[in-house]
């Protein structure tokens, strides 16, 4: 349904306001979405440039009744940034500003906008640095990873964006505007709602600010790259590296066919066989680090170990980074399904690995694998021939049992791409009708218009109608 969004225009904001196709199409998806053929056209665009402003435009949207969909950088997997019932797409994109930077408490206060990478830029001469950064960092915000609660390859040692934010400024559906958390490292003072707002895809508040930890850069980074003979090989050797304790600030796991990918587009010539990629961080004893590593990897088949400075590495982190892109231009006939991104506990990581890979040899299908492997995290692209419908129903059907197995196993459907649209349907499963329940009276005390970013997080919001109609009724 179209929304009547002409008030925009008398707010008088000094953000620009676009009603013009173009810009409305070009917010109408998010990477994910985009991938998949879906997306929604918005009825209009707003780049706000401050909390006043943001505040200005979900006052008068709610009031109205009309929806807001936050936008950042449109990098999400899972649709969440679609503006699924139209209404108006809130871009704070252009609300990119480094406010404060203050070394010796090891923080910086940014705007939403800001990119992941201009945060380490911003605090590099301070010998500083935003540990969580997502795979997509460079083109990813601050907003759209405290949003998601991303995580990315140093997650395995300094954990996830959650862990790395102290403050928010947040504005609500009805344009209030509330500070929460604190710039002390702890605080037991009241609800933790700065938690609360992290992880929720822009379905309870907008961020229009953000003070964040930061860590000091260490002094010894040494990357390495081991070769496994079979992929349960390696992913055993995961496991055994985390349980052993070994100290590693990343460790990324690479199947064989993701490696043919990444070679083809990037340019590398990785070997395509089970790879494990390392990277350590220490200020002193690096190199012991490495060597009990290579001896616990030794006890799984290991076929070759190479130790590099951090430079030597770059072009295969580059590969890693890449495989998103690699694996969506692998062949023109093939369709990447919805992007898994599974996580189990880490003894449960072997049996999930191959689990994935039984099936899809049991299957016939194309099924690339990788991920933040130390955490758990699994990665992994159905690549079909959209014109077959028995293969697309097979892939539809490894897609979602691998999601069922690990959620058995004690996991989650999504280990750090969000809920969005693409993964609503699994929500009950994984944490049981009572529990989701509770997170919709959450959204209802805070959002009861459903204003903002509707359609998301809860399966029975598909077309709006239930959040919608019981919040007609409890006004
Ligand atoms: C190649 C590639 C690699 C990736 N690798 C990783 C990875 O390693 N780890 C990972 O976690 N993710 C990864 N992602 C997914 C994605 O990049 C992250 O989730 C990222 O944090 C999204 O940020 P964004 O700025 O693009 O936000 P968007 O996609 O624009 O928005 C994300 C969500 O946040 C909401 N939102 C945006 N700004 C705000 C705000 N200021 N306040 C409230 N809500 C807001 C939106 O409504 C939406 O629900 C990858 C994506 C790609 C394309």
């Known amino acids: 349904m179209a929304h009547d969004c002409s008030f925009l225009a008398d707010l008088s904001l000094d953000g620009e306001v676009s009603f013009g196709e173009s810009a409305r199409e070009s917010h109408a998806a998010d990477f994910g979405a985009e991938e998949r053929g879906e997306g929604v056209i918005p009825d209009a665009v707003v780049w706000p440039e401050s909390t006043e402003e943001v505040s200005a435009v979900l006052s008068a949207a709610n009031d109205r009744r009309v929806p807001v969909t936050p936008y950042a950088a449109g990098t999400s997997l899972e649709g969440n940034a679609v503006p699924a019932h139209r209404g108006v797409s809130l871009d704070l994109s252009r609300m990119d500003a480094v406010l404060d930077v203050r070394p010796d408490d090891f923080q910086i206060d940014v ?43 140093k997650t395995v040692k300094y954990g996830e964006v959650s862990d790395w934010v102290l403050e928010l400024e947040v504005v609500l ?84 066919d993701s490696a043919r990918m990444a070679n083809a587009y990037t340019g590398t010539d990785l070997p395509d066989v089970p790879t494990v990629f390392l990277e350590f961080h220490a200020n002193h004893g690096v190199e012991r680090e490495i060597e009990f590593c290579r001896g616990v990897f030794a006890d799984h088949d290991l076929r070759r170990f190479d130790a590099a400075e951090e430079d030597a590495m770059d072009d295969l982190w580059q590969a890693r980074k890449d495989l998103a892109y690699a694996i969506q231009l692998w062949d023109p006939d093939l369709t990447a399904l919805h992007p898994g991104d599974v996580t189990v506990p880490i003894s449960d990581y072997p049996e ?54 690990a959620i058995d196993l004690g996991g989650t ?28 009276r959450l959204k209802r005390a805070f959002d009861p218009r459903d204003t903002l970013n509707p359609g998301k997080m809860f399966p029975e919001t598909a077309d709006g109608e239930r959040v919608r109609a019981e919040s007609e009724q409890s006004e």
Do not use: W
Not at 116 to 134: N, R, T, Y
Not at 223 to 239: I, K, N, Q, W, Y
Not at 387 to 402: F, G, K, N, S, W
Not at 414 to 440: S, W
């Open 111 to 153: 705007e939403p906008g800001l990119l992941g990478a201009q945060v380490d830029e911003a605090v590099a001469s301070e010998g500083l640095f935003f540990p969580p950064l997502p795979s997509s960092g460079d083109i990813s915000t601050v907003g759209g990873m405290i949003a998601n609660d991303a995580s990315g390859m």
């Open 413 to 440: 459907a999504t280990g750090e791409h969000g809920i969005g649209l693409g993964k609503r349907e699994f929500l009950d499963a994984e944490h049981g009708p009572e529990t989701v329940e509770a997170m919709r």
């Open 173 to 256: 559906a009805d344009g209030s505007v509330i500070t929460t958390g604190s710039k002390a490292v702890k605080t037991s003072s009241g609800y933790n709602l700065k938690d609360l707002f992290v992880g929720s895809e822009g379905t309870l508040g907008v961020v229009t600010r953000a003070t964040l930890e930061l860590a000091g850069r260490p002094e010894q980074v040494r990357g390495a790259r081991a070769l496994f003979p079979t992929l349960d090989d390696a992913a055993e050797a995961v496991f055994d590296a985390v349980r052993s304790g070994v100290d590693v600030a990343t460790i990324e796991l690479v199947d064989g």
């Open 352 to 405: 999930m690995v191959q689990f994935v890979k039984e099936r899809a040899d049991e299957r016939d299908l194309l099924v690339p694998c990788f991920g933040h492997a130390g955490d758990g995290n699994l990665h992994y692209s159905v690549l079909v021939d959209e014109d077959d419908p028995e293969r697309v129903e097979a892939a539809h059907a490894l897609y979602e049992a691998t999601i069922e197995k």
